[in-house]
Nanobody
């Protein structure tokens, strides 16, 4: 399976960030797979943000739950992340991943990542 993130590289503070993960070589509805968004800010570790399951069930990091929304388009085999009210602290490389679960589960496939900078 291949995962490819896409979206704007620059977002202004207070705006909504929208990223898309296009999956090829496998269906996002394949049983037991979860599709996560993980980010890494400069100089920091990986942060799991949230995930959507093959069934459409979603889970979020408590710290981001109020600002993040993950959805999917099964006709396009895509998973989307929306993060509202962004601040410069949301500057990071954002990754789309696949695993057998969300937080705490090993992710066996990763996209190449996409850099997002929040700046006016």
């Amino acid at each position: 399976v291949q995962l490819q993130e896409s979206g704007p590289g620059l977002v202004k503070p207070s705006q909504t960030l929208s990223l898309t993960c296009t999956v090829s070589g496998g269906s996002i509805k394949t049983r037991n797979y979860w599709w996560s968004w993980i980010r890494q800010a400069p100089g920091k570790g990986l942060e799991w943000m949230g995930a959507i399951a093959y069934s459409g069930t979603t889970e979020y990091s408590p710290s981001l739950k109020s600002r993040a929304a993950i959805s999917r388009d099964t006709s396009k085999n895509q998973v989307t992340l929306q993060l509202n009210s962004v601040t410069p602290e949301d500057t990071a490389v954002y990754y789309c991943t696949r695993g057998m679960g969300g937080s705490g589960y090993q992710q066996d496939s990763w996209g190449q990542g996409t850099q997002v900078t929040v700046s006016s």
